[in-house]
């Protein structure tokens, strides 16, 4: 099992940037692939990236892409997401969560944190 706390998120205007960070404890971090997922107010929660257990691959929405950049060191059990250019419609609260390697890594997930809310004010 893996216990999942982030932390990083706040208040940040339209253009900054903000690092989420999740600590991971447990057993075996190294093994699950990683991933980070929003849910804004009103929406269903949403996939937002992910990274391997290798941390060799990385995947991205396409909303995100080319400004959000996932990250983890397994040594520290504990992985990133450094979000760049944040625009008002990021706001959200964001979950860490770790996917078993044989799952699909961009829906199939077994352990949340709790989340941490970023709010982008325009």
């Known amino acids: 099992q893996v216990q999942l706390v982030e932390s990083g998120g706040g208040l940040v205007p339209a253009g900054g940037s903000l690092r989420l960070s999740c600590a991971a404890s447990g057993r075996a971090f190294s093994t699950y692939n990683m991933g980070w997922f929003r849910q804004a107010p009103g929406k269903e929660r949403a996939f937002v990236a992910a990274i391997t257990w290798s941390g060799s691959n990385t995947y991205y929405a396409e909303s995100v892409k080319d400004r959000f950049t996932i990250s983890r060191d397994n040594a520290k059990n504990a992985v990133y997401l450094q979000m760049n250019s944040l625009k008002p419609e990021d706001t959200a609260v964001y979950y860490c969560?770790?996917?078993?390697?044989?799952?699909?890594?961009?829906?199939?997930?077994?352990?949340w944190g709790q989340g941490t809310q970023v709010t982008v004010s325009s």
């Open positions: 969560a770790a996917c078993l390697p044989d799952r699909n890594i961009l829906y199939e997930y077994e352990y």
